[in-house]
T-cell receptor
Framework: GQNIDQPTEMTATEGAIVQINCTYQ??????LFWYQQHAGEAPTFLSYNVLDGLEEKGRFSSFLSRSKGYSYLLLKELQMKDSASYLCAVRDPRSGAGSYQLTFGKGTKLSVIP | EAQVTQNPRYLITVTGKKLTVTCSQN?????MSWYRQDPGLGLRQIYYSMNVEVTDKGDVPEGYKVSRKEKRNFPLILESPSPNQTSLYFCASSFYGLAGGANTGELFFGEGSRLTVL
């Protein structure tokens, strides 16, 4: 089966750094995604990791360790607009050759306070 | 502009009254999928489609149907809606590529359809 765990809620201060962790146990692995979702809106793509290591994209970075089934999203210089839910999703094979699906974690609701 | 368009965005209906939520994408994506999102449960996949005339069940397919007659459209059909189908629904699409290069296979989501079944 597929199991993805991430904290339910986090609070951080404007201007600070926050790390959102994600652990996963899936039957296979073909990449890990992070999405941002503001309340009532569609998720939007933030980052993608398929190899171990750190991917940096502006204020956002994402790290992956496949051997540990672990990823984190690092947000620097937090801004009020970063208040949102952050979804970890793992792409894994479900059925048949070449068929890959995304399994989403339940999301981490981040509140940025002044 | 590249986008995934869902309609209706909001709908209140009654138990048993058939409804269809349309989804259309203009990016020539092979892969399309429907999700529902409920508090505390996250995004759960209902159905997906790898290409025209190819569909398969996701994790929560009961009570739903889909079709993929054209590449750009992937409607979600609720033949006899029930209150437990009250939810926020998202359609999404992507290129069906594996990892590597500029194609990450990331999902592009529609704006969502909030459905209430009374």
């Amino acid at each position: 089966g597929q199991n993805i765990d991430q904290p339910t809620e986090m609070t951080a201060t404007e201007g600070a750094i926050v790390q959102i962790n994600c652990t996963y146990q899936t039957s296979g692995f073909n990449g890990l995604f992070w999405y941002q979702q503001h309340a009532g809106e569609a998720p939007t793509f933030l980052s993608y990791n398929v190899l171990d290591g750190l991917e940096e994209k502006g204020r956002f970075s994402s790290f992956l360790s496949r051997s540990k089934g672990y990823s984190y999203l690092l947000l620097k210089e937090l801004q009020m607009k970063d208040s949102a839910s952050y979804l970890c999703a793992v792409r894994d094979p479900r059925s048949g050759a070449g068929s890959y699906q995304l399994t989403f974690g339940k999301g981490t609701k981040l509140s940025v306070i002044p | 502009e590249a986008q995934v368009t869902q309609n209706p965005r909001y709908l209140i209906t009654v138990t048993g009254k058939k409804l269809t939520v349309t989804c259309s994408q203009n990016m020539n994506h092979e892969y399309m999928s429907w999700y529902r999102q409920d508090p505390g449960l996250g995004l759960r996949q209902i159905y997906y489609s790898m290409n025209v005339e190819v569909t398969d069940k996701g994790d929560v397919p009961e009570g739903y149907k889909v079709s993929r007659k054209e590449k750009r459209n992937f409607p979600l059909i609720l033949e006899s809606p029930s209150p437990n189908q009250t939810s926020l629904y998202f359609c999404a699409s992507s290129f069906y590529g594996l990892a590597g290069g500029a194609n990450t296979g990331e999902l592009f989501f529609g704006e969502g359809s909030r459905l209430t079944v009374l």
